[in-house]
Structures are given as C-alpha cells and as structure tokens.
C-alpha cells in the first residue's frame, strides 16, 4: 500500500508566497553583509552614521508626538507632551553631538541590557528556588554574571557593540541570501 500525500490549497499557497519574495530576501542578505561588513572594518564611522540617523528619528518622533497632542484624544496629552520633549531633546543632543552621542547611546543601552539581565537573573533564582527546576536557577546565575560584566565596564562593552552586531549581520545576511538562492532553486521565476 503506497500512501500519497496531497497539499492542501493553503500549503500551495504558503509555499508560493514564501518562494515568490526571494528578491526580498536577497535584498535583506545584502544590506545585513553591507552593513556588517562597514560595523566591522569601520566601526567608528558607521556607529556615528547610525547614531546620526537615530538623532534624526528621534527629533521627528519628537515633533509628532507634540502634534499628537492636538489630533489625537485617546492618548492623554501630558506622556504626548513629555514623550515629545524628550524626543526632540534627545535628537538635538545626538545631531548637535554626534561624536559623543555615538559613545553614550551604546553605554546607556549596554546599562540597560545588564540591569535588565540582573533583574532577570534574580527573577530566574527565585523561580528555580519556588519550584522551577534547577534549569531556572541556572540561568538565572548566567543572567546575573552577564549582567554584572555588562554593568561593571559598560563603556568597554560599548565598544564591542559594533563589532557584535556586525558578526550578527554578517550570520544574518548570509542565511538570507541561503534562503534567497534556495527559493530560486525551487523553481521561483524571476519578476
């Protein structure tokens, strides 16, 4: 007895879908090894580009949030207010100090991430101490140490940041383009 299997009509199309956007994938591969490849042989330059365009991004965030106050009710109008100030501040620092603001922006989210990683470290050896399984306490013990090393030199990590998100685009824009030439592969025209 030789079983046949059948795609369902929702399998056929997922699978057209998936296979008729590999120029998309491709294009994500290329920006993911461009823009690793600048993090990791030009990390100053590249980091203040970035930085420059999250100024940039912050000061319109800002503006709108500020016109929010006007056209949308919903929201109440002093977080539209405050959210506004601090966005258009935050911009005007990063464009008015882009230099420094490419070293303070990493610091302060490498700050972040290891009070974050602390306070999920803590939560994780409570949990394993209610109950969780020795799986729980142990990752909590990984989250504190990472976060004690991210707090103890943030600016040094800070410094490791390009290079880590460039290894990261790089993995990334290689498995996309993987992706990209395998749904060329299966029999996707070109469009």
Do not use: C
């Not at 399998?11 to 990791?40: C, V």
């Not at 935050?90 to 602390?118: D, K, N, W």
């Not at 880590?164 to 070109?190: D, H, K, S, T, Y």
């Amino acid at each position: 007895m030789t079983s046949t299997t059948s795609s369902t009509p929702i399998e056929k199309t997922s699978s057209r879908q998936k296979h008729s956007f590999w120029w998309l994938l491709l294009l994500q591969g290329l920006a993911g090894l461009i823009l690793g490849g600048l993090l990791i042989t030009e990390p100053g330059a590249t980091l203040i580009a970035i930085t420059t365009l999250l100024g940039f991004y912050w000061l319109i965030m800002g503006v709108l949030n500020l016109v929010q106050i006007f056209v949308d009710r919903s929201t109440p109008w002093i977080w539209s207010l405050l959210a506004g100030l601090v966005g258009i501040l935050a911009g005007l620092f990063v464009l008015q100090h882009p230099l420094l603001a490419a070293l303070t922006v990493p610091a302060l989210i490498v700050i972040i991430l290891g009070a974050q990683g602390v306070l999920m470290g803590l939560f994780e050896i409570l949990g394993g101490i209610r109950g969780g399984g020795v799986g729980a306490f142990v990752r909590g013990v990984i989250h504190i140490v990472i976060g004690a090393l991210l707090l103890s030199a943030p600016l040094m990590a800070a410094f490791a940041v390009p290079l880590v998100f460039g290894v990261l685009l790089l993995v990334q824009g290689v498995g996309l383009l993987v992706l990209a030439l395998v749904a060329v592969i299966r029999g996707e025209p070109a469009r």
